[in-house]
């Protein structure tokens, strides 16, 4: 069953997170420590005290609630999603997925260009936002995907197409993998390339350059992966109890993902951060690192890459080609992970010139 839903957060769970704010207890810095140590405690005070007493979750809520929410339940698991239709006819459907620490808000900037052209589904990933905690065992990418293939066969539609980044690149491929006759084709504007020494393929110097940096983050795994991916519910108390650890948490990502040259609002980020803190979604986030193992479920529907400058690695091709049916591919000389925020232009352009191509409607 399918219910609309509307967002509304208590007005005491506002209170709470403006009182615990305003207790905060700060650690001390080294002088001049810049990013040295992580992330710069002027640079959390000043986004701290505007979470406190300048951001406005109300007025956020509301342009939040003049879209068309739904939830239902999957597999034992509430999903939450947003359903636009197109008024083109022949629209073709598309889900779009966010990753973490991101979340449906992602999507705002690219639901207005993309509607023009296609139906849009853009749910929570089951541990993150509205769609809740979960609360067993075994929700990984493929379960997810799944659940998306349930839910596209409820809102009834037959065919359709799979975007995401980060974590939902893993989704979308796995949607292709668990429902190829369903999905048309699938869109990510990440797509991890590990080294093959067996691959036997000549690379340009360009791509050895990035196989070398992929090498170097293998090699050095960032701290709130090796965490996420063997302790989430350690890192959870911490983030669950303190919104100033949560925003630390998921500010130093947007910080250190997103291009210099095309940043994320501090507005978007606090909203981002107050969808995790308001839901107490953080450990239940943090478990999809846990649940989902490495690797992927082989694709066999036609794919379309874009790389951003900026991203945390930037794909390979020749080495991409060896496991997908690659049609499409991008490069772009700026934005960075969270592409549909910084540079939502391309990004929506992006999408649209690959999948109105690989269906032939073009435009209207």
């Known amino acids: 069953m399918i219910k609309p839903f509307r967002i509304d957060i208590p007005q005491a769970d506002l209170d709470d997170l403006n009182a615990r704010l305003s207790r905060t207890r700060w650690p001390n810095e080294i002088v001049d420590a810049g990013w040295d140590y992580g992330f710069p405690l002027a640079r959390l005070k000043g986004l701290a005290d505007r979470w406190r007493t300048r951001y406005d979750w109300r007025g956020h809520e509301a342009g939040l609630n003049e879209l068309p929410h739904f939830t239902t339940e999957i597999d034992g698991q509430n999903v939450h999603f947003v359903h636009v239709r197109s008024a083109r006819p022949d629209a073709l459907a598309l889900v779009l ?13 690219v639901i207005e260009p993309l509607a023009r052209d296609f139906h849009l589904v853009i749910p929570s990933i089951p541990g993150y936002g509205f769609s809740g905690p979960t609360r067993e065992r075994g929700w990984d990418v493929v379960r997810v995907a799944r ?43 990440y797509l991890p ?51 100033v650890a949560q ?5 130093e990502r947007f910080a250190q993902w997103a291009d210099p040259r095309a940043p994320v609002d501090d507005e978007r980020i606090l909203a981002d951060v107050s969808l995790y803190w308001l839901t107490a979604t953080a450990a239940s986030s943090a478990r999809l690192h846990r649940e989902t193992a490495r690797g992927a479920l082989p694709c066999p529907v036609p794919l379309g890459v874009a790389v951003f400058a900026h991203d ?10 060896r496991l997908y049916d690659i049609r499409h591919w991008s490069e772009f000389d700026r934005g960075g992970h969270f592409a549909a925020m910084e540079v939502p232009d391309l990004f929506a352009a992006d999408v649209r010139d690959f999948f109105l191509g690989l269906t032939g409607r073009g435009a209207p």
């Open 97 to 109: 997925t966010h990753g973490w620490p991101g979340s449906f808000l992602e999507f705002l900037d």
């Open 147 to 189: 659940a998306w293939a349930e839910l596209m066969r409820r809102l009834g539609y037959e065919r359709y197409g799979a975007q995401g980044g980060d974590f939902g690149s893993a989704v979308s491929t796995a949607l292709g993998a668990v429902a190829p006759e369903r999905v048309v084709g699938v869109h990510v504007n």
């Open 193 to 243: 390339t590990r080294p093959d020494p067996e691959a036997g393929i000549e690379l340009s110097e360009e791509d050895r350059a990035r196989l070398e940096e992929i090498r170097r983050l293998m090699a050095n795994r960032p701290p709130y992966q090796a965490l996420q991916a063997t302790t989430p519910q350690t890192i959870g108390y911490a983030l669950t109890d303190s919104p």
């Open 247 to 251: 925003l630390a948490w998921i500010a």
């Open 312 to 321: 945390i690695t930037r794909s390979v091709r020749p080495l991409a080609e």
